[in-house]
């Protein structure tokens, strides 16, 4: 078999085999086939694209070319959460607890960010000492007897996904729904969840920008899932402006903690209450939608989701008083608040230009050894629909450096887009895809 015939039988528009596939995932992971061949065949891809068929066999090679995690000693059905990416995405920190709460084990295995402000684990690493380096048996353990745990991804989990994406991103070759579907659902099936929950975002602070594109990831996604046997569904929901009100790392888990007491901002509680439903069915923790929201909306309502988190903390080496007391976490030294220079009404709100003013700040990392400052970032006041008088405080910047401060407070500024006309809130769920189809709302 040849490297170049696959690159030109995909260049012509045909279909590639399983053999085909497996060949040149197998060897350009193993270093045998150069760079230069398998960009052309991307490109090809890019511009051919991929029936669902060879999107499943390609996912299937890359889970395969790596470490596979074995959860099978941990008791119950084992449901996992993606995210597609966004602005001031805390779900994790929320889902987690109040699902492990419900009965549900969590055993998640989360990364550090890149990008506007830390991953999970950062987040987490909020709290002092709190650690995600643990053995797998230890992992399974915290499971068992906590029902959750949060570790860090193997460097070793699907490696064939870590080379292409990284091959992907300096040809041009990033934005096919096939190749993406394949890259996300590959890291999900190789951590060992037997079923998934995809947050699929959809907006201005999105990879995917139009509704029409979020559906039709979601759907190749499920279609994956259901190919190797794991029960998936996609929740489309908006992400044209941040979620929630915190954007930061300590100040997103002081937000989380909020919402985990049921003081937390509508729509990320609303998020959180819908995803968390959905992994209630899929772990047969409930019968529907609707009695696993009740019981999420309970177990907040008793504070047993905040127990919960104390739990998952303090089993990773974590301080929970931080959870009772959030003065505990650092503070910025530069608190200073963002005026709006006229009234009218919030039309939109840039979540991108968001991102990247937290970014500014420290919040997050421009490149894999950069440095995160955990204190730092922004807190919004006013979201889209929102009337603000002039002189109010649209937000606030939290910041360790008054230059930085002076160019995040520019750009919050800039983000902004304020109008005389009354503007509508926007609907925060879109919609549901299974493998029974799409449901738009």
């Known amino acids: 078999m040849r490297m170049y015939d696959i690159i030109m039988k995909k260049r012509n528009g045909e279909e590639l085999t399983t053999e085909e596939i497996n060949f040149f995932v197998e060897e350009y992971t193993s270093g045998r086939i150069p760079d230069y061949q398998v960009s052309a065949l991307m490109m090809a891809i890019y511009f051919q694209k991929m029936n669902k068929r060879e999107t499943a066999e390609l996912t299937k090679a890359m889970v395969e070319s790596g470490e596979i995690i074995d959860l099978s000693p941990i008791e119950g059905i084992k449901v996992d959460k993606h995210s597609t990416g966004g602005v001031g995405d805390t779900t994790t920190l929320i889902l987690g607890p109040i699902v ?264 997050g990392r421009e490149t894999k050894d950069s440095e995160i400052d955990l204190t730092v970032g922004i807190v919004i006041h006013k979201k889209i629909g929102d009337f603000v008088k002039a002189g109010e405080s649209i937000a606030t910047i939290y910041a360790n450096d008054a230059e930085k401060q002076k160019t995040a407070t520019e750009m919050v500024l800039e983000a902004y887009e304020i109008t005389n006309e009354e503007i509508e809130a926007k609907q925060l769920i879109k919609g549901i895809v299974t493998k029974s189809g799409i449901e738009r709302f």
Do not use: W
């Open 100 to 363: 492990a709460a419900a009965g549900a084990p969590v055993a998640k295995m989360s990364g550090r960010g890149l990008g506007h402000t830390g991953g999970t684990i950062d987040k987490l690493e909020s709290f002092k000492g709190f650690s995600v380096d643990m053995s797998i048996e230890k992992f399974i353990e915290n499971v068992n007897k906590t029902k959750i745990a949060i570790g860090g991804q193997t460097a070793n989990l699907a490696p064939a996904d870590k080379k292409l994406y990284a091959l992907r991103d300096v040809t041009a070759t990033v934005d096919n729904i096939s190749l993406i579907a394949g890259s996300i659902m590959s890291k999900k099936i190789a951590s060992g969840a037997d079923a998934i929950v995809l947050d699929v975002k959809t907006g201005s602070g999105a990879f995917m920008k139009d509704e029409d594109s979020a559906f039709e990831l979601a759907k190749e996604m499920v279609d994956i899932g259901t190919s190797v046997g794991r029960n998936t569904i996609g929740v489309i929901t908006d992400m044209d402006q941040p979620l929630g009100y915190a954007i930061g790392n300590a100040l997103e888990v002081i937000e989380a903690i909020d919402t985990l007491k049921g003081e937390g901002p509508a729509d990320l509680t609303e998020l959180c209450l819908t995803l968390g439903s959905h992994m209630l069915v899929l772990g047969e923790r409930a019968e529907s939608a609707k009695e696993a929201k009740k019981i999420l909306e309970d177990i907040i309502a008793s504070g047993k989701g905040l127990e919960k988190l104390k739990e998952l903390v303090k089993s990773q080496g974590g301080d929970p008083a931080y959870v009772d007391d959030v003065s505990l976490f650092g503070k910025a030294r530069i608190i200073e608040p963002v005026v709006a220079s006229k009234a009218g009404f919030v039309k939109g709100i840039k979540a991108d230009d968001m991102g990247r003013a937290a970014l500014v700040l420290g919040a």
